[in-house]
């Protein structure tokens, strides 16, 4: 397998985490969970991001 092969899934899951961020941001109080469960995912989301952009910016 190719790295080039990894930007479509790659780009699923950053959409994911970027979406799994907002809600666990949404809905922090409900889920009793606290603001640094909430900045990991953040975190990850733009780590996950900028991975996916170096590799769209290199293979295409």
Not at 10 to 26: E, K, M, N, P, S
Not at 40 to 47: K, N
């Amino acid at each position: 397998m190719e790295l080039s092969e990894l930007v479509k899934p790659l780009g699923i899951a950053t959409y994911a985490c970027v979406v799994l961020t907002f809600l666990v941001g949404l809905f922090r109080a409900k889920l009793k969970l606290k603001l640094a469960h909430h900045k990991r995912l953040a975190w990850l989301a733009v780590a996950l991001a900028s991975l996916h952009g170096l590799l769209v910016i290199l293979y295409y």
